[in-house]
């Protein structure tokens, strides 16, 4: 992805402040898990600080993330590593981490490519009926030398409903079994 967990945070700070499933109790989770494995990302004077009750949950949460993004790199990529492990619904519909499972699982969203030039919309049944007619014209026109003479009539009347080309190619035939 080569965001940074820095720029990811910063990307993904609104969205957390607006998630209704961070409650109090795990914005505390989260405060305790940083504080506690990671005294150096979130001392103990930092962490009384962002668990105050008296401050609503969003803007303790948005304090947090702001200090976090102020920290650096490590701070913010051991936010996520927490995020994970506490609340992994939330942390898996983070606008970062959706953007990064559409483009590495091509699963998700089937990509739609469109075509410049349609050659042929008729259809396989179309392809069949002309492919078998020519295998038969072909295959007419192999064994027409030993047992096929009479025929060479009803090809030129078959060609009275065909394109012109088609009409040339059977009259010329019809006429060619005519001279032998």
Same mark, same amino acid.
């Given at each position: 992805?080569?965001?940074?967990?820095? $720029?990811?945070?910063?990307?993904?700070?609104?969205?957390?402040? @607006? $998630?209704?499933?961070?409650?109090?109790?795990l914005?505390?989770?989260?405060? %305790?898990?940083?504080?506690?494995?990671?005294?150096q990302?979130?001392?103990?004077?930092? @962490?009384?600080?962002?668990r105050?009750?008296?401050?609503?949950?969003?803007?303790? %949460? =948005?304090?947090?993330?702001?200090?976090?993004?102020?920290?650096?790199?490590?701070?913010?990529? $051991?936010?996520?590593? @927490?995020? !994970?492990? !506490?609340?992994?619904?939330?942390?898996?519909?983070?606008?970062?981490?959706?953007?990064?499972?559409?483009?590495?699982d091509?699963?998700?969203?089937?990509?739609?490519?469109?075509?410049? !030039?349609?050659?042929?919309?008729?259809?396989?049944?179309?392809?069949?009926g002309?492919?078998?007619?020519?295998?038969?014209?072909a295959?007419?026109?192999?064994?027409?030398?030993?047992?096929?003479?009479?025929?060479?009539?009803?090809? =030129?009347? @078959?060609?009275?409903?065909?394109?012109?080309?088609?009409?040339?190619? %059977?009259?010329?035939?019809? $006429?060619? =079994?005519?001279?032998?």
């Amino acid at each position: 992805m080569g965001d940074s967990f820095r $720029e990811q945070l910063i990307e993904d700070s609104a969205f957390l402040k @607006a $998630e209704r499933r961070l409650d109090t109790e795990l914005v505390d989770k989260l405060i %305790l898990q940083l504080n506690r494995i990671y005294p150096q990302i979130l001392t103990d004077k930092e @962490a009384t600080k962002f668990r105050n009750l008296d401050v609503p949950t969003s803007v303790r %949460l =948005g304090e947090l993330l702001t200090h976090l993004q102020g920290k650096g790199e490590e701070a913010c990529r $051991e936010f996520y590593r @927490a995020l !994970h492990l !506490h609340v992994e619904d939330v942390y898996y519909s983070l606008p970062t981490r959706l953007r990064l499972r559409d483009l590495l699982d091509p699963l998700t969203l089937p990509r739609v490519y469109k075509q410049k !030039h349609v050659l042929n919309d008729r259809g396989p049944l179309f392809f069949v009926g002309c492919f078998s007619l020519a295998v038969g014209m072909a295959l007419l026109y192999y064994y027409s030398e030993a047992k096929v003479s009479g025929s060479s009539r009803a090809l =030129g009347m @078959a060609a009275l409903g065909l394109k012109r080309k088609a009409q040339e190619v %059977l009259i010329w035939y019809t $006429e060619e =079994g005519l001279m032998k």
